[in-house]
């Protein structure tokens, strides 16, 4: 058995307190809709990798695209939506963070 490296502990933990968290509720806006794709997408990542112990190459490649083209949007949803979005928003920042950390699956 494969033991679980810091970071996908980490990223364990992280994701579990958030998706036992309600999303904030929002309006039909723009901002708030990018906030929801984002979520989605990251989300749909992170469980991919933490059944597989490491990061998919496609992922890595898409998620090292995000993070050149940066992550304005979502910071001016959560500063325009206000303090639960923020805070949401930080979370899926940090949650990022942790999964680009991740080894690449070969």
Sequence with gaps: MRSESEDSGRLRRLWDEHI???FP???D???SQEVALYAAWLGS???AALGRGA???LHADMLKVRR???NQALFRAGGE???PVRSYVARLIAIEDILISLPVDK
Excluded: T
């Design 20 to 22: 036992h968290r309600p």
């Design 25 to 27: 509720l929002l309006g």
């Design 29 to 31: 806006d723009p901002g």
């Design 45 to 47: 990542m992170v469980e």
């Design 55 to 57: 990061l998919d190459p």
């Design 68 to 70: 050149a083209e940066g």
């Design 81 to 83: 939506l206000g303090n």
